[in-house]
C-alpha cells in the first residue's frame, strides 16, 4: 500500500516536471533580463528556448512513460513493428489458451506463462540470460564483432585449472586474438587466480594456466594478475565478468564447484558504470602480466 | 670542388673502408659465383665455409661469418643483451610500421613528441585503426634548441601528459634529426614509476654508433636504427632491437604472424627471418644482400669511428666559428647536445635560398652538410679532430653564405649558382 503511494507520488511529480522545469527557468530568465536591461528581442529568444525545452521534455515523458491500462499498451507498442509482431503473436496465443477449459490444463499453462512473463520481465530490464555456452559464446562473438566496440575488457576468476581452455573457449580466444590482430579492438584482461594455481612465493601462475596466459599475452592482450587472497577484504571483486565498450556487461555465474550456471548479458548503462568501478578496483591489486615476466627473468 | 670536408653524416655516412671492401668483394663474388651453392654457404655460414682458393680470391669477405655472428656484432654495437634478438630489413620504415603494430597492440594511447622524425609519426597515425586509439603529442623542440629546459622540466612535462591524457605506451627518437639527445632513459623510468607503461619503441636512427648507449637496462621493447648513417655502410638496412623479457613473446609472435600473413612488405627481413628460423621458402622473393655485407664491414671499423669525445669536441668548435660569423648556434642544454649542430640564418623560410641553393653553396667551397628550407643547416661533427684548416674552409664558407645574406647585391655566392637562384 505504502508502495503504491509512493508510486504515485513519484509519478505525479514527474508529470509536474515538463511544466515546472521550462517555468522555473522562464521567470529566472525574465528576471535576468530585467536586472540587467536586455532587449525584448532576447527576452523573446529566451522565452523561446523554454517552450522548445517544455516540448523536448513533453516527448521524453511520453516516451519512457510505461501505459499500464489495457488500451495503452498496443498503443504504446505500435510503433516498433518487430516488437508488435511478436505482441499480435503473443496475445492471440493467449487467447486460444484462454478458452480451453480443463482445469488442469490451466492451472500448467498458467505456471508455464508466468514463466514466460517473468523472463519478458528480466528481457525488459536489459538482462539476457544464456544458460548453454555455445549460445552464450555466439552472443559473445557478435558483440565483438559489432561495429563500434573498440574496447573489451574482461574479467577471469580462474577456480579451474582448465579454466576456458576447452573448445568454445578456445574458439572465443580466437576471436580475441583474431581481433587484437586486426587493430578492430583492444582487448585487456584481469585474471583473478586461486592462490593454488598462483603459489605467493611463485613469481608466476602455475601450468596449464601459465601457458593460457602466456598465449594471449603474445597475441598482445593486456593481461594483468591477481590472486585471490588479495581480495579478501572486497569479496564483491571476485566475480567473472567482461565490459563490451560502453554497449554491455557480461556476468558469468559459477555454483561452487566452479561449473558455470549461466551467462548473463546486461545492456544497462548504470551496471555498465558499477563494471566500470570494479574493474579499476580490481585494477589497483593487479599486477600487468609483463612485470612478473621482467622479474622472472632477474 | 671535391667534397674537402664532410659534415653530412646524420643525412647519410661516408662508406667506411672496409665496407667498401666487403661490397667490392662481394660484387666480385656475384659476378663470378652467381647463385651458387658456395652463394648459400657464404650467406648462411660466413666466408670460412668457401674453399680456401675462393677465400683467399675474395679477401675482404673474411669480416663476414654469416648471420648470426652479424647479429653478434650488432648487438654489441648496441650495448644489447646476449640473448636479445636483432632483424634486419631493407627499409626502416617497414620496421617502424612493425613497430606501430606493436605498440597499437597492447596501447591505447600512444605519446610521442615533436621530435618524432615526422615520416614516422605519419607511420603511427596510419596504425590507428579502427579502434579507439589515440597519439597524444608534446612539443619540446623549440624550448629545449633555446636552451630553456632542462632534463627535469623535459620528464616532468613527459609525464604529466602522459598520465593527464592516460597515455600507456611510448614511441621516441634517442636523438632527433636536429641532434637533440633525447632523456628516454629519464622519462621511461619516471613514467613507469607513477603509471603502466605498455609497450616503448625507441627511435635510435641518429643514436646508435654516434652516441654512447647500451640497451642491456632493457628500458625499451622495441629500437629501431640503420647502418647508413653514422655505422657508415652506405647502403640502407634497417635494424630491430628487442629481447626485454616482458615483451619478447610478444614480439616474437607478432613478427612470425606479420611475415606469415605478409603484413611486412620487406623481402630482406622475411627471408633472414626463415634463415635464422630454418623455414626458408621455395618461391621467396629475390632479395638485395648487399646491405648485410657492407653493415659488415662498417661494424669492422666502428670502433674507430665511434669516438664520441672527439666528435663532441668537434662539435664545439663548430659553434665555436659559427659565432664568429654571423650564423647562429641555438645552444641546448648539456645533456641535450649531440655531435650534430644547427645553425640559423636568423631570416626564416621566406627570405632563405632553397636548401638545394643552399647546400650547393657549401659544397662549391668544398664543405657538405644539411640545409633546410628555412634557412637552418645541419652539420654532423666528424671523428677525426678538425684541424687548422678545414676550419678556416668552414669559417670562409660560412662568412660568404652569410656575406651574401646581409647584402643581396653582393655577387659572391648564391647568385652565381645555376640557374641564378636569389634569395
Given at each position: 500500500m505504502e508502495r503504491n503511494t509512493n508510486s504515485h507520488s513519484g509519478g505525479s511529480w514527474r508529470s509536474r516536471l515538463p511544466i515546472l522545469v521550462p517555468s522555473a527557468a522562464a521567470v529566472v530568465f525574465s528576471i535576468i533580463c530585467l536586472v540587467t536591461g536586455f532587449d525584448l528581442q532576447v527576452l523573446f529568444l529566451g522565452w523561446l528556448v523554454c517552450l522548445v525545452l517544455w516540448a523536448s521534455l513533453m516527448r521524453l515523458l511520453a516516451e519512457t512513460e510505461r501505459p499500464t491500462d489495457l488500451l495503452g499498451i498496443p498503443f504504446a507498442i505500435a510503433k516498433d513493428r518487430e516488437m508488435t509482431e511478436q505482441y499480435k503473436r503473443i496475445g492471440q496465443n493467449l487467447i486460444s489458451a484462454s478458452l480451453r477449459t480443463d482445469s488442469i490444463y490451466r492451472m500448467l499453462a498458467l505456471t508455464r506463462i508466468t514463466q514466460l512473463a517473468d523472463d519478458v520481465e528480466m528481457l525488459a530490464s536489459g538482462n539476457i540470460v544464456f544458460e548453454t555456452t555455445e549460445s552464450w559464446r555466439l552472443a559473445y562473438e557478435q558483440l565483438l564483432r559489432s561495429p563500434g566496440l573498440n574496447m573489451y575488457r574482461s574479467v577471469a576468476l580462474v577456480q579451474t585449472a582448465n579454466y576456458w581452455q576447452d573448445e568454445p573457449g578456445r574458439r572465443s580466444m580466437q576471436v580475441n586474438y583474431e581481433m587484437q590482430a586486426g587493430g578492430s579492438l583492444s582487448v585487456e584482461r584481469i585474471v583473478i587466480l586461486a592462490d593454488r594455481f598462483w603459489p605467493a612465493a611463485d613469481t608466476l601462475p602455475l601450468e596449464p594456466l601459465l601457458s593460457w596466459i602466456d598465449e594471449q599475452h603474445r597475441h598482445g592482450i593486456w593481461i594483468q594478475l591477481v590472486r585471490e587472497s588479495a581480495l579478501l577484504d572486497e569479496p564483491d571483486l571476485g566475480v567473472d565478468f567482461g565490459i563490451y565498450g560502453n554497449r554491455a556487461v557480461g556476468i558469468q555465474e559459477l555454483n561452487p564447484q566452479a561449473k558455470t550456471i549461466r551467462f548473463i548479458l546486461v545492456f544497462d548503462f548504470e551496471e555498465l558504470l558499477r563494471a566500470e568501478n570494479r574493474w579499476e578496483r580490481l585494477s589497483i591489486h593487479a599486477v600487468p602480466y609483463r612485470e612478473l615476466l621482467d622479474r622472472s627473468s632477474d | 670542388m671535391p667534397t674537402k670536408l664532410y659534415l653530412d653524416t646524420a643525412r647519410l655516412g661516408q662508406m667506411s673502408k672496409t665496407a667498401q671492401l666487403a661490397l667490392f668483394d662481394f660484387i666480385r663474388f656475384a659476378g663470378e659465383e652467381g647463385g651458387s651453392l658456395y652463394f648459400d654457404r657464404l650467406l648462411r655460414h660466413g666466408s670460412q665455409a668457401l674453399p680456401r682458393p675462393l677465400i683467399d680470391h675474395y679477401p675482404a669477405l673474411n669480416s663476414w661469418h654469416g648471420l648470426e655472428s652479424l647479429a653478434g656484432d650488432l648487438r654489441s654495437a648496441a650495448g644489447a643483451r646476449s640473448d636479445s634478438r636483432v632483424i634486419v630489413a631493407n627499409r626502416s620504415s617497414q620496421l617502424m610500421r612493425f613497430a606501430a603494430r606493436l605498440l597499437f597492440g597492447p596501447c591505447t594511447n600512444i605519446l610521442i613528441t615533436d621530435l618524432t622524425w615526422p615520416s614516422y609519426e605519419r607511420i603511427l597515425r596510419e596504425q590507428l585503426?579502427?579502434?579507439d586509439r589515440h597519439i597524444t603529442k608534446v612539443s619540446l623542440r623549440d624550448e629545449i634548441l633555446s636552451g630553456s629546459l632542462d632534463v627535469a622540466d623535459v620528464v616532468k612535462r613527459s609525464v604529466s601528459a602522459f598520465s593527464r591524457h592516460r597515455c600507456d605506451g611510448l614511441c621516441l627518437p634517442a636523438?632527433?634529426?636536429?641532434g637533440i639527445r633525447f632523456p628516454v632513459r629519464e622519462v621511461v623510468d619516471a613514467i613507469s614509476r607513477v603509471a603502466k607503461l605498455r609497450f616503448v619503441v625507441i627511435d635510435g636512427a641518429q643514436e646508435l654508433c654516434h652516441l654512447p648507449f647500451s640497451?642491456?637496462?632493457?628500458?625499451?621493447d622495441f629500437y629501431i636504427a640503420g647502418c647508413h648513417k653514422w655505422m657508415r655502410a652506405h647502403n640502407p638496412l634497417g635494424l630491430g632491437f628487442y629481447g626485454r623479457p616482458r615483451s619478447r613473446d610478444y614480439v616474437e609472435t607478432r613478427l612470425s604472424q606479420a611475415i606469415h600473413s605478409g603484413g611486412i612488405d620487406d623481402p630482406l627481413l622475411t627471408f633472414s627471418e626463415e634463415i635464422v628460423r630454418g623455414s626458408q621458402s621455395q618461391f621467396g622473393e629475390t632479395v638485395n644482400l648487399s646491405p648485410l655485407f657492407s653493415c659488415q664491414g662498417a661494424l669492422r671499423d666502428f670502433s674507430e669511428t665511434s669516438r664520441h669525445e672527439i666528435r663532441m669536441e668537434n662539435a664545439a668548435r663548430i659553434r665555436q666559428v659559427a659565432r664568429e660569423t654571423s650564423w647562429s648556434a641555438p645552444l641546448p642544454r648539456e645533456p641535450f647536445r649531440s655531435a650534430i649542430v644547427i645553425l640559423d640564418s636568423g631570416r626564416g623560410g621566406h627570405s632563405s635560398p632553397t636548401s638545394s641553393v643552399l647546400r650547393a653553396a657549401f659544397l662549391r667551397r668544398g664543405v657538405a652538410l644539411t640545409a633546410y628550407d628555412d634557412g637552418r643547416l645541419r652539420l654532423s661533427a666528424p671523428s677525426r679532430p678538425l684541424d687548422e684548416r678545414n676550419l678556416a674552409r668552414l669559417k670562409q664558407a660560412l662568412m660568404a653564405t652569410s656575406v651574401q645574406r646581409k647584402s643581396p647585391e653582393d655577387d659572391s655566392c648564391v647568385d652565381r649558382l645555376p640557374g641564378g637562384t636569389t634569395a
Open positions: - | 585503426g579502427h579502434a636523438v632527433d634529426n636536429l640497451l642491456a637496462d632493457d628500458y625499451c
